[in-house]
């Protein structure tokens, strides 16, 4: 939370209903200038929560401001908003300039403003040698550059992106993440990141969200939820018993995972305690590396 | 000379931002481009030139029936041969009016789901009434256009053709304000059903048979059976032959019976009917698209 700064998108008391299904149960969080990442797993809320947002969806009780004004109520806010989708949503027909431009102008932009902003956008993209060639021939890491190129074409104060890493081999997901950055670093864009991939949040957000069957389970700066959920595995050749009695001698708390063990918590601390119990149980060491707990056990753990 | 290339950076844009009356356009401007295959391959642009091209063929040749009737029978020869005119054209390009629609309307809705494109129209400054009006208009401009071009080549034609050709405008002008009006009869029923059809489903290609299919086969199986069963019955049966529906309105324009419905059974009517029957065919379909958009939500 930034004191005295007004938050861009504000949910107080957030719920969304279908039927028997409560998409998002009683939520109330804001999202302020810069990255921030909205990580859960499938079915958490994220799509729900984004799609209130962009107002395409009333929500069952509660508000949700966009800019500060009514998401649902507003129309012409979504002037102001960029979407990028998870799912294919590019015309395979035509060139990425032309659909650039179609959408800028779509967005509110008038015709000329829209081709020099549809020409500024693919060269920041990466796409300005290819702007000429159907979208149809282009490979997955180009059409996610289209995408989010459509989401930035207008300039929006505020853009959403919805696992933009979808499909993207490691290189290709390296790239779209450095733009990503880009995005708010250089352009001053403010990013809503969703996607249920830690890394990719870690990687590139300033603060998190974490959702949870409609809840938000944790909210607040990245290193800090980095710190919490990072844990440390040790392999020995020998003695495992050994080494979980010296360390448990030191109020370390041990859990026994495959052939190693899993340590809670990766300060400096903890390193020192492991290399006194090593020494005291004489077993040899093998693997001594920090951990990332997988999102399920995340979420075990926050519902715990 | 050398030059240098300067990396001026990224730029906030801070001209005028026009809204949703901007995004209308845009989505109208595209539709347009879309139908005739503008900024598309080859292939696109293939299918709405040829059916343009032979509607106004098929004008020519009737203007350039007309005008060597005149030469070869003198003056008035056309005329009283009563050689096809304004008032037929529409029954005689009915059909392939309609393969036009059948064929062209589904471009304009069906790739924008199947690709996905509409869900980034409606998170722009746009809704789904917006987007429908926007593509509607689109289609029917162009088939508009498509359809009246003809009639004024025609026009041109017969004046162009006649040994008199002030005294042919000045005895058939008002022959202009019918045949538009008929025109925008046969657009606007044409515009509606094609593209509430293309509304249900995400491959073009089951669209334009579906439609195709449904001209063609309301048409033997409406005639046999009111001609089987005659009478009111009878004339009722023959309102169902889709592609009359449109000529009937144009006879009711002209004052007289066309070459497409001349023996349809359904010309016995009254006019009210005839053009009640069509406003039912043309703006349940169109109110029913509307309907179907105003609810789409990603």
């Known amino acids: ?304 | 000379m050398t030059g240098t290339v300067f990396d001026i950076g990224y730029r906030s844009y801070t001209g005028g931002r026009e809204g949703r009356a901007r995004g209308r356009r845009a989505v109208f401007k595209d539709g347009v481009r879309t139908a005739l295959g503008l900024g598309r391959g080859a292939r696109a642009k293939i299918l709405p030139w040829i059916f343009i091209g032979v509607l106004s063929a098929i004008a020519l040749v009737m203007a350039m029936v007309a005008g060597a009737v005149d030469r070869i029978a003198g003056p008035g020869g056309a005329r009283q041969m009563e050689l096809p005119s304004h008032g037929d054209y529409y029954g005689i390009a009915a059909s392939l009016v309609f393969v036009f629609g059948a064929i062209v309307a589904p471009e304009l809705l069906c790739r924008d789901r199947r690709e996905g494109v509409i869900n980034l129209y409606l998170v722009r400054p746009l809704t789904g009434s917006d987007y429908v009006v926007s593509r509607w208009s689109a289609f029917f401009v162009v088939m508009l256009a498509s359809v009246w071009l003809p009639q004024f080549i025609l026009f041109a034609g017969l004046c162009g053709g006649d040994a008199e050709p002030v005294t042919y405008f000045l005895a058939h002008w008002l022959d202009i304000p019918r045949f538009l009006l008929a025109g925008l009869a046969m657009t606007l029923f044409v515009t509606s059903l094609a593209l509430l059809t293309a509304s249900f489903t995400t491959r073009r290609a089951y669209a334009a048979v579906f439609l195709v299919g449904l001209f063609v086969i309301s048409t033997p199986f409406t005639v046999g059976l009111s001609e089987e069963i005659g009478g009111k019955a009878g004339q009722w049966i023959s309102m169902f032959t889709l592609s009359n529906i449109p000529v009937h309105v144009n006879d009711v324009i002209f004052g007289e019976v066309s070459e497409l419905t001349e023996d349809a059974p359904a010309r016995l009517l009254p006019p009210a009917v005839l053009v009640g029957w069509y406003l039912a065919w043309t703006l349940i379909p169109a109110v029913v698209l509307w309907w179907r958009y105003r609810r789409l939500t990603p």
């Open chain 1, 1 to 304: 939370m930034q004191p005295g700064a007004q938050p861009l998108l504000a949910a107080e008391h957030l719920t969304k209903e279908y039927r028997n299904v409560v998409a998002l149960n009683d939520v109330s969080f804001n999202i302020f200038d810069g990255i921030t990442g909205i990580l859960g797993e499938n079915g958490a809320g994220k799509s729900t929560a984004i799609k209130i947002f962009m107002g395409l969806m009333r929500p069952t009780s509660g508000s949700a401001k966009v800019l500060g004004e009514d998401a649902f109520a507003s129309v012409d806010v979504r002037s102001r908003l960029g979407y990028m989708p998870e799912h294919d949503c590019l015309p395979s027909q035509v060139s990425a300039a032309e659909f650039l431009t179609h959408m800028a102008e779509v967005s509110g932009l008038p015709p000329g403003a829209a081709r020099t902003r549809a020409a500024d956008t693919l060269r920041h993209t990466g796409l300005f040698e290819e702007r000429y060639r159907a979208i149809g021939g282009y490979s997955t890491g180009m059409k996610q550059r289209v995408k989010l190129g459509q989401a930035l074409v207008h300039d929006p104060a505020f853009v959403f992106l919805d696992e933009p890493t979808a499909g993207l081999d490691p290189l290709g997901r390296e790239e779209m993440l450095t733009l990503i950055r880009k995005t708010h670093r250089e352009f001053g864009i403010s990013v809503l990141l969703s996607s249920h991939l830690m890394a990719d949040v870690e990687r590139t957000c300033d603060r998190i969200i974490v959702l949870q069957g409609g809840r938000v389970v944790h909210s607040g700066e990245v290193g800090q939820f980095t710190k919490e959920t990072e844990r440390v595995f040790i392999e020995v050749d020998s003695n495992r018993e050994g080494l979980i009695v010296s360390l448990e001698r030191r109020g370390v708390v041990v859990t026994p995972e495959g052939t190693g063990l899993t340590i809670e918590g990766s300060d400096e601390s903890v390193y020192d305690q492991v290399r006194d119990a090593l020494v005291e149980s004489q077993a040899p060491l093998r693997r001594l590396a920090p951990r990332r707990r997988a999102l399920t056990e995340l979420f075990e753990r926050e519902s715990a």
